[in-house]
């Protein structure tokens, strides 16, 4: 009988403690400046990119608050089908920083999924 309850409440502590993730953490990765940077007018993105990527896999799993929190607001937002959507960042400054602007700068892609999870991390630059 004590070796039942035992393992209830290992089991109990077991799903409790499986359900509280911290936030995200990438090492060396400076939150701030790349929420500061909106568009990538500043090129801090561009410096912190490399980063990101190394270790991308951090914020996959993640709900989009989350995420928002971590990045910041999304310089643009992209509607996909099944009830996906894209956060987009700008890695490069965008035509809306002026004359250092690029037309079609490098944009960081978050996409989530119908659940409103992180499933993937991608980059495009057309």
Known sequence: MLQHKISWFILIVILVTSGCR????????DQLSWQDDQNGC???RINQF????DQ??????????????????PDYHEL??????????????TMA???VGKENPLRLYVRMDALGQSKEIS???N
């Open 22 to 29: 911290q936030e995200p953490y990438i090492r060396t990765f």
């Open 80 to 93: 996909y089908v099944r009830n996906q959507k894209f956060l987009i960042y700008y890695i490069e400054p």
């Open 123 to 125: 980059l495009k630059n």
């Open 50 to 53: 490399g980063i990101l990527m």
């Open 97 to 99: 920083c002026g004359t």
């Open 42 to 44: 500043n090129g801090d």
């Open 56 to 73: 991308q896999n951090e914020l996959l799993g993640w709900k989009e608050a989350t995420i928002r929190n971590y990045l910041g607001s």
